[in-house]
């Protein structure tokens, strides 16, 4: 999404961007910083065997393959037709890699498996760990049974506010610690621009269409428990020897 999808004919509400500033304060404590997920220091020194980061990106690519569906219920919820066409342009990138002219984004969480020696019908069928099975679960019911379109991106903004830096740090610990390539860490390269973008929409969205109390009290809840259950899911790799 970009910042073309407002409907400029509504006023941005001060109250929002008040309750905007403190929610992103409480998504900077540890525990829901992902930027501050002890797995980002590891990776960095190297200390992930191929046998957690295949694990990890494993998890990691199970709930990717999720968030087309997630954003297709919103799409269908929207009634604002400037709005939709930019969720349905989030859909292309997210399925196709239409506009950062790479690949459906779980395809590119394969190619971070692939890279540490992963075999695709291992990723494909991996037993999704307690903390995936919660983040997947909480996702579904965060889009698929709220029906209120902007209170679902509730859960988009505890994870799209924080991917650029996190995954930032990710993709780059890779590429120094382990030797991966540009393409192979395509995933979180990608996400450092895209998700930038999709963050800064959001909180236009809210600025205009999520502007009353009862919308601040789901987002909130949300936003801090979605980034809760992403941090869990980036420490599955404890699982694996």
Not at 90 to 119: C, I, P, Q
Not at 136 to 147: F, K, P, Q, T, V
Not at 186 to 211: C, P, R, S
């Amino acid at each position: 999404m970009n910042d073309k999808i407002k409907d400029t004919t509504l006023p941005k509400d001060d109250g929002t961007r008040n309750f905007i500033r403190a929610l992103s304060g409480e998504l900077a404590m540890p525990g829901r910083c992902l930027a501050l997920h002890p797995v980002i220091a590891k990776l960095e020194r190297g200390e992930l065997s191929l046998t957690q980061i295949t694990g990890l990106m494993s998890q990691i690519y199970r709930q990717t393959t999720e968030v087309v569906r997630w954003l297709g219920y919103v799409y269908a919820k929207c009634p604002i037709l400037a709005v939709r066409r930019e969720i349905f342009n989030n859909l292309v990138e997210e399925e196709l890699g239409g506009f950062s002219n790479t690949d459906a984004h779980y395809n590119l969480a394969m190619r971070v498996a692939l890279a540490a020696g992963a075999r695709r019908d291992a990723v494909e069928q991996a037993e999704l760990m307690p903390e995936t099975r919660a983040l997947i679960a909480y996702g579904e019911d965060c889009y698929a049974n709220e029906s209120n379109w902007v209170r679902c991106l509730g859960a988009a903004f505890g994870f799209e506010t924080q991917s650029p830096t996190a995954f930032g740090k990710i993709g780059n610990a890779l590429r120094r610690a382990y030797g991966m390539s540009a393409e192979e860490v395509a995933f979180f390269e990608v996400h450092v621009d895209v998700d930038e973008h999709h963050g800064d929409a959001i909180i236009d969205l809210f600025e205009h269409y999520a502007t009353n109390p009862g919308d601040h009290a789901v987002i909130r809840e949300r936003a801090l428990h979605f980034a809760e259950l992403y941090w869990g899911m980036l420490g599955t790799f404890e699982h694996y020897l």
